[in-house]
């Protein structure tokens, strides 16, 4: 089972290569088309090796935007809650996809530690099996040492856990309790979105579920509590 499938154009094979490489030289298992054998039913692997992958990184570029097969690709990801698209340059997704949140990055065909930084956090917690991102329900014995940590320091072994998002969330800001899954954290209540943010953000504890939110929020993502001022 790959942790990443990549789609891209064929004309963007130089970016796809080297962030492909980017993840094989970090450990993780990529998937994407090079892989293809000789003689291989492509699209039977292509399939059986989407559905497998834990998450699905789509390159929008100019050349993408009209390919058939990443399309179907990414709307097969979407539909599964897989996908993490990246837009490169100053293009728009195809019709379909505009109203889901996209990481930004420039045309160049480099993956450099910025662009790594601001990818990992869509993609750590499910790659090192933690299903805590994908509970719908709250675990109040997990993870069971959270609330003995001081809430502005982070460990490297809870790290993971402590930038995890809930698949059904709060609003941090209202509280308001959104029941679609992600929905690009927007609330419809009152109209905020929840940042994106990487390994540097400071996060703070709930005291009554034990996950962590960022430290700018009024209410806690996962339960929904209402922190002291």
Avoid at 104 to 132: C, F, Q, S, Y
């Amino acid at each position: 089972m790959p942790d990443i499938f990549i789609s891209y154009a064929r004309e963007d094979f130089a970016l796809a290569k080297v962030l492909a490489d980017s993840f094989t030289s970090n450990g993780w298992s990529v998937w994407w088309d090079r892989q293809i054998k000789a003689g291989s039913n492509y699209r039977k692997v292509i399939s059986q090796n989407l559905d497998a992958a834990k998450h699905v990184i789509v390159l929008w570029t100019k050349n993408s935007i009209t390919s058939d097969f990443v399309i179907d690709e990414a709307s097969a990801a979407m539909e599964t809650g897989k996908l993490v698209p990246i837009l490169i340059g100053s293009i728009r997704p195809p019709y379909g996809f505009r109203g889901c949140h996209c990481i930004t990055w420039d045309e160049r065909n480099e993956v450099g530690e910025e662009k790594m930084k601001e990818l990992l956090p869509h993609l750590t917690p499910a790659i090192n099996n933690l299903d805590l991102n994908y509970r719908s329900e709250i675990d109040e014995n997990f993870p069971p040492d959270f609330a003995s940590k001081n809430k502005y320091s982070v460990s490297d072994t809870v790290a993971d856990d402590i930038y995890s998002r809930p698949k059904i969330w709060h609003c941090i800001f209202c509280g308001w309790r959104c029941e679609e899954e992600y929905n690009d954290y927007k609330c419809k209540e009152c109209k905020s979105i929840r940042p994106f943010v990487g390994g540097s953000a400071t996060m703070m504890p709930c005291e009554k579920c034990k996950h962590y939110s960022l430290a700018c929020a009024s209410y806690c993502e996962w339960c929904g509590e209402k922190f002291e001022d």
